[in-house]
């Protein structure tokens, strides 16, 4: 199984600032199969990134991912207080699929 | 849109079943893998299950393999997800997702099991 760790666990940010979020696995993710998602208090998640670069559809261009082997990361640019929210990496390389436990974003 | 929408939580004893549905609109659902996956309380994402477009292909978490069984009806665009010898540990928001390969790219609003004597 392919243990993903997120960091930082929580994030203070400021309106405006560019943010990294880091996704590190036990094991290399072959292909770069790697998603990012988003969990708004009170809602359910919203797929950004999948293939570790690749935006889902609606997904503003100021989130971007990158990344490949063990180490992934997500960055917001121009955070904005909808941005507030519960970052979680996945990987879908192998089964079981996993998640990371998660970095929260707070303005 | 693609709409799925989940029913059949509530509260189990432990040991006890539950069975829970979601109805898919919106989309070939005939086409898609689709997928359950869990919220444990005020915790992370946890995947449960697969079942592919044939109701042929199932795959599943080694902690709920023997105890929950997935299947689905392609004519009637719903997903299941039979659940016996619940334990506590399966208390948790049960979130409905379309399988892209691997990347869930649409969710439910989900449905909460609680597993409590």
């Known amino acids: 199984e392919i243990v993903l760790t997120q960091s930082p666990g929580t994030l203070s940010v400021s309106p405006g600032d560019r943010v990294t979020l880091s996704c590190r696995a036990s094991?290399?993710?072959?292909?770069?199969?790697l998603a990012w998602y988003q969990q708004k208090p009170g809602q359910s998640p919203r797929v950004l990134v999948y293939?570790?670069?690749t935006r889902a559809a609606g997904v503003p261009d100021r989130f971007s991912g990158s990344g490949a082997g063990r180490d992934f990361s997500l960055t917001i640019s121009g955070l904005g207080p909808e941005d507030c929210a519960i970052y979680y990496c996945?990987?879908?390389?192998?089964?079981?699929?996993?998640f990371g436990q998660g970095t929260k974003v707070e303005i | 849109e693609v709409d799925l929408v989940e029913s059949g939580g509530g509260l189990v004893q432990p040991g006890g079943s539950l069975r829970l549905s979601c109805k898919a609109s919106?989309?070939?659902?005939?086409?898609?893998?689709m997928a359950w996956v869990r919220q444990l309380p005020g915790k992370g994402l946890q995947w449960v299950g697969s079942?592919?477009?044939?109701?042929?292909?199932?795959y599943y978490l080694d902690s709920v393999r023997g105890r929950f069984t997935l299947s689905r009806d392609n004519a009637e665009r719903s997903l299941f997800l039979q659940m016996n010898s619940l334990r506590d540990d399966d208390t948790a928001v049960y979130y409905c997702?379309?399988?892209?390969?691997?990347?869930?790219?649409?969710w439910g609003q989900g449905t909460l099991v609680t597993v409590s004597s």
């Open positions: 997702a379309r399988d892209a390969f691997g990347v869930f790219d649409s």
């Open positions: 079942i592919d477009p044939y109701d042929s292909g199932k």
């Open positions: 996945q990987h879908y390389s192998s089964l079981p699929r996993t």
């Open positions: 919106g989309f070939n659902f005939y086409n898609y893998n």
């Open positions: 293939g570790a670069s």
């Open positions: 094991q290399i993710v072959e292909h770069q199969y």
